[in-house]
Nanobody, 115 residues
Framework: QVQLVESGGGLVQAGGSLRLSCAAS????????EGWYRQAPGKQREFVAA???????NYADSVKGRFTISRDNAKDTVYLQMNSLKPDDTAVYYC?????????WGQGTQVTVSS
């Protein structure tokens, strides 16, 4: 079993920055990909960014040029650096990982961007 724990959310003004962290622990035998999704009130959960084990990175069009996903292998931690934040970025952010063919999710961390 794998556990994912997010941290780093909070309240920030438009144009500001936050860095989210997702720490993985447990029985990680095979890692295929990790990433971030978000869910705003009244909306469905949407894809934000992902990084594959081979290093390939993908971003949603809405965050390209503003968000950066990265990984620290020594810490088994995935990061999401969020710059130039907009009120539309307000959501609960969830990290996710694909390990040994199974998807795992963190508990979510709230990001609120004020105008």
């Amino acid at each position: 079993q794998v556990q994912l724990v997010e941290s780093g959310g909070g309240l920030v003004q438009a144009g500001g920055s936050l860095r989210l962290s997702c720490a993985a622990s447990g029985s990680i035998f095979s890692r295929s990909a990790e990433g971030w999704y978000r869910q705003a009130p009244g909306k469905q959960r949407e894809f934000v960014a992902a990084i594959a084990s081979g290093g390939v990175i993908n971003y949603a069009d809405s965050v390209k040029g503003r968000f950066t996903i990265s990984r620290d292998n020594a810490k088994d931690t995935v990061y999401l650096q969020m710059n130039s934040l907009k009120p539309d970025d307000t959501a609960v952010y969830y990290c996710t990982g694909l390990y040994s063919g199974r998807a795992y999710w963190g508990q979510g961390t709230q990001v609120t961007v004020s105008s």
